[in-house]
């Protein structure tokens, strides 16, 4: 089975700010990778996929980069509304993995 | 507008059963692959199952296999997850999530399912 391994496990950033998290896979995945952000109590929320590709209507300040083994979700301007457990999410023809999630938190 | 709803949830006592509802409206159900997913209080969101758009093939997570069965009802937009054989660490919020090319682009609220004597 393929895990999905976050980086790093708790963020601390403050508004105004640049963040990156990355995902690592245990084998390559090609462009197979989704990004979804959950805040406390509400549904993952999706916010990229195929790796590169925004979500409609997710705010342009999300992108996401990578392929193979190694992604990263960046965030270019923190917003108050940011904060929230990040999760990247590897998906085939049969199963999907999630990696253990990042909690972004306020500075 | 796309909606999920799940329902079905509660408490249950090791070893039971329950069997979790979601309902679905707003776009062509039977055009979709399902999925169930679950988080354990204060946990991440882990895969449970999944199932094509006609039903006739389905998968699950090594930790349910054996003992939860999913399952739909295309002429009453509905998802299933029969849960038998229960155990404590089975309690989470129970999330279903329309499948779009690989990627689970609707989720429903969740539904919470306590496994406690």
């Known amino acids: 089975d393929i895990q999905m391994t976050q980086s790093p496990s708790t963020l601390s950033a403050s508004v105004g700010d640049r963040v990156t998290i990355t995902c690592r896979a245990s084998?390559?995945?090609?462009?197979?990778l989704a990004w979804y952000q959950q805040k406390p109590g509400k549904a993952p929320k999706l916010l990229i996929y195929k790796a590169s590709s925004l979500e409609s209507g997710v705010p342009s300040r999300f992108s996401g980069s990578g392929s193979g083994t190694e992604f990263t979700l960046t965030i270019s301007s923190l917003q108050p509304d940011d904060f929230a457990t990040y999760y990247c999410?590897?998906?085939?023809?049969?199963?999907?993995?999630f990696g253990q999630g990042t909690r972004l938190e306020i500075k | 507008e796309v909606q999920l709803v799940e329902s079905g949830g509660g408490l249950v006592q090791p070893g039971g059963s329950l069997r979790l509802s979601c309902a679905a409206s707003?776009?062509?159900?039977?055009?979709?692959?399902m999925h169930w997913v679950r988080q354990a209080p204060g946990k991440g969101l882990v895969w449970v199952s999944r199932?094509?758009?006609?039903?006739?093939?389905?998968s699950n997570a090594d930790s349910v296999k054996g003992r939860f069965t999913i399952s739909r009802d295309n002429a009453k937009n509905t998802l299933y997850l029969q849960m038998n054989s229960l155990r404590a660490e089975d309690t989470a919020v129970y999330y279903c999530?329309?499948?779009?090319?690989?990627?689970?682009?609707?989720w429903g609220q969740g539904t919470l399912v306590t496994v406690s004597s």
């Open positions: 999530a329309r499948d779009h090319g690989g990627k689970a682009d609707y």
């Open positions: 999410q590897h998906y085939n023809n049969y199963l999907i993995t």
């Open positions: 199932i094509n758009s006609d039903g006739s093939s389905t």
């Open positions: 707003g776009f062509t159900f039977n055009n979709y692959w």
């Open positions: 084998q390559s995945i090609s462009s197979w």
